[in-house]
């Protein structure tokens, strides 16, 4: 699979699942634009080593998604630095557990424009230039709360439901213009966004943070394995080869049974 001649922006990439992806496009050749908060410096250091293991050319942008300007800005910023994007992952998201009669305001706010508003944003100033070149990959990392709800996470099951909705949207708006919109709906993944969530459980359980991993396991994800984030990678690598080509407007569990249930 080769996505040669193809730049890609990742947003929250350099980290997680966002890194494991950006991994997995420049392995199959395209350019990469890494995304995160941190100080460009930083950022840069993540790009260089990310070129010298995978030998494509990636560079770094640094934007606070939670600032609509910035958000509204990072496609330009991306490609005035690099190259026109083909493929662009919304991947970035923050996570809060707290049931919603208690829910910080302030909170749920954040939560909106990092995991929904943001992706609005970027699609929006992304489909006008793949449109014009007639070929275009987005992906959303939306999650199995895109799908069915847990208990404690209103923000986030809106956010991401929001994101599910608003991917249909846009699949059907670039049918006919050679651009796919798809989500992944990822389930319990090894990153740091849960572990707050394994700490809790852990400290639940009186145990270790290996039983707080196999509680949360057993209560939702029936494989009983935690994904690693480069499965996410593969996936949507996946998503931009031709075979894929047919695929949009889907939102696909990558959650080891989690919403078969
Ligand atoms: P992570 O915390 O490792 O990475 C999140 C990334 O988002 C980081 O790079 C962070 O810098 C970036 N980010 C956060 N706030 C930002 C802001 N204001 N502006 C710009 N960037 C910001 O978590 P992850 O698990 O790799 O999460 C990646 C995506 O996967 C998220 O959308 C998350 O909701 C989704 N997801 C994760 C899991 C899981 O179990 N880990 C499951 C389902 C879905």
Redesign the pocket.
């Known amino acids: 699979m080769s996505l040669h001649g193809r730049t890609a922006l990742v947003?929250?990439?350099?980290?997680?699942?966002?890194?494991a992806i950006a991994e997995s496009l420049a392995r199959a050749g395209a350019q990469v634009v890494l995304?995160?908060?941190?100080p460009a410096a930083q950022g840069a250091e993540v790009a260089a080593q990310l070129q010298a293991a995978t030998g494509a050319r990636c560079t770094y942008v640094s934007?606070?998604?939670?600032d609509e300007a910035q958000a509204a800005g990072l496609v330009a910023q991306a490609e005035a630095l690099l190259a026109p994007i083909d493929i662009m992952v919304?991947?970035?998201?923050?996570?809060f557990t707290c049931p919603v009669a208690e829910f910080p305001a302030e909170r749920w706010n954040?939560i909106l424009?990092?995991?929904l508003s943001?992706c609005f944003h970027t699609m929006k100033a992304a489909i006008p230039g793949m449109r014009q070149r007639r070929w275009g990959r987005l992906i959303n990392?939306?999650?199995?709360?895109g799908l069915v709800a847990s208990l404690n996470k209103g923000a986030?099951l809106a956010a991401?439901h929001g994101l599910v909705g608003l991917n249909k949207g846009v699949a059907l708006e670039t049918a006919t213009d050679g651009i796919t919109a798809n989500c992944i709906?990822?389930?319990?993944?090894?990153?740091?966004?849960?572990q707050p969530q394994i700490e809790a459980r852990a400290a639940a359980v009186g145990g270790d943070r290996e039983a707080g991993i196999r509680e949360l396991l057993r209560e939702k994800q029936p494989n009983l394995t935690?994904?690693p984030?480069s499965a996410?990678g593969e996936v949507a690598v996946f998503l931009c080869s031709p075979a894929a080509a047919g695929i949009t407007g889907v939102a696909l569990p990558v959650d080891g049974g989690w919403t078969a249930q």
């Open positions: 947003t929250g990439s350099t980290q997680g699942i966002g890194l995304h995160g908060i941190e934007a606070n998604l939670m919304n991947n970035a998201g923050i996570q954040a424009a990092v995991n943001a990392i939306a999650s199995v709360h986030y991401k709906c990822p389930g319990w993944t090894d990153t740091a966004l849960i935690l994904l984030p996410l």
